[in-house]
């Protein structure tokens, strides 16, 4: 059964710091997406990416996120200075259409921000 | 303004028992709903979905409910077993093309044997 693959499963990384969390979506899935989940809270939407470029984002994803799709099967989230408050596991997702069709997530990548 | 929520926030049920998660939402747009299913230190897994055309959508031991009128979402999982146990999110699209998802608090299934 296809999936979603994240990589790291877990990364511990120094307040300010960049990181890169990466997953490569289903493989004929056209929408992409992130989200994330503090622990013990609900599923937050980060953003979501069609055709090379972002369709919607919500005010989490400010300056400091960004998207890539580099190649044909990585999607990417970069976050470029880290704080503390990015503790959270990160989910990537994807579906083969955008409207109304079921979204597959990842395992997830816990951020561990110290 | 958007939300969705759950009423309550663990469910403890006996195995064999029925479940029935509830979840009501806010945005009478909203027109595909999903419920997923989060076990500890994984991904949302995908359970059941329904579109807003629909009252009634059944699945192999779930079927999802959805009331428009009062904006009410249920969730009934028959003859509870152990390996239901895990958190239950309802999502909402509303109507956004880009497939945005809107998230509930969850619920928390504690299957006792």
């Known amino acids: 059964e296809p999936e979603v693959t994240q990589t790291p499963s877990h990364q511990v990384t120094q307040m300010g710091q960049e990181v890169i969390l990466r997953c490569v979506p289903i493989?004929?899935?056209?929408?992409f997406y992130w989200y994330r989940q503090i622990l013990g809270q609900k599923v937050e939407f980060l953003v979501s990416?069609?055709?090379?470029?972002?369709?919607?984002k919500s005010e989490i994803f400010d300056d400091q996120f960004s998207v890539e799709r580099p190649d044909g099967s990585n999607f990417t989230l970069k976050i470029r200075s880290t704080k503390l408050e990015d503790s959270a596991m990160y989910f990537c997702a994807s579906s083969g259409q955008g409207m109304n069709t079921e979204a597959f997530f990842g395992q997830g990548t816990r951020l561990t921000v110290v | 303004g958007e939300s969705v929520g759950l009423h309550l926030p663990t469910l403890s049920v006996q195995e064999g028992d029925n479940s029935i998660i509830n979840c009501a939402y806010s945005n009478s747009a909203s027109d595909y709903f999903i419920w997923y299913k989060q076990e500890s230190g994984k991904g949302p897994q995908f359970i059941i979905d329904i579109r807003s055309n629909m009252d009634k959508r059944q699945g192999q031991r779930v079927t999802v409910l959805l009331n428009k009128t009062v904006k009410h979402l249920s969730l009934q999982i028959a003859a509870t077993q152990p390996g239901d146990s895990a958190v239950y999110f309802c999502a909402e699209n509303m109507r956004s093309n880009t497939g945005k998802l809107i998230f509930g608090q969850g619920t928390t299934l504690q299957v006792k044997p």
């Open positions: 493989s004929n899935h056209l929408y």
């Open positions: 990416f069609y055709n090379n470029e972002i369709s919607e």
